[in-house]
Nanobody, 121 residues
């Protein structure tokens, strides 16, 4: 069964860093575009970043550009989201999702259960 499992969330102080992991099983992650998005209570889902198949392209929303970095480790079949200079507005549940194809413009096929990130002093 194809699935994605996020991990690495937690409580961090403003200005701190976290690295989220998105581990894939049942399929070869490198063949597909993988995106990260988040959702906070009462807010709409927000797309954050995406890495296309074979790492040809990466994309970032304006809200995280310069602070977050997406990367892929094919040996571990895992995509990461390194989050730096965190601010309280980054508090949300973070999800990774598999796209139907290799482009970040493709629709999401499915996503994981999410991992909670809380930025607070």
């Amino acid at each position: 069964q194809d699935q994605l499992v996020e991990s690495g969330g937690g409580l961090v102080q403003p200005g701190g860093s976290l690295r989220l992991s998105c581990a894939a099983s049942g399929f070869t992650l490198d063949y597909y575009a993988i995106g990260w998005f988040r959702q906070a209570p009462g807010k709409e889902r927000e797309g954050l970043s995406c890495i296309s198949a074979s790492d040809v392209n990466t994309y970032y929303s304006d809200s995280v550009k310069g602070r977050f970095v997406i990367s892929r480790d094919n040996a571990k079949n895992t995509v990461y989201l390194q989050m730096n200079s965190l601010i309280p507005e980054d508090t949300a549940t973070y999800y990774c999702g598999k796209k139907y194809g290799g482009r970040c413009s493709d629709q999401y096929e499915f996503w994981g259960q999410g991992t909670q990130v809380t930025v607070s002093s």
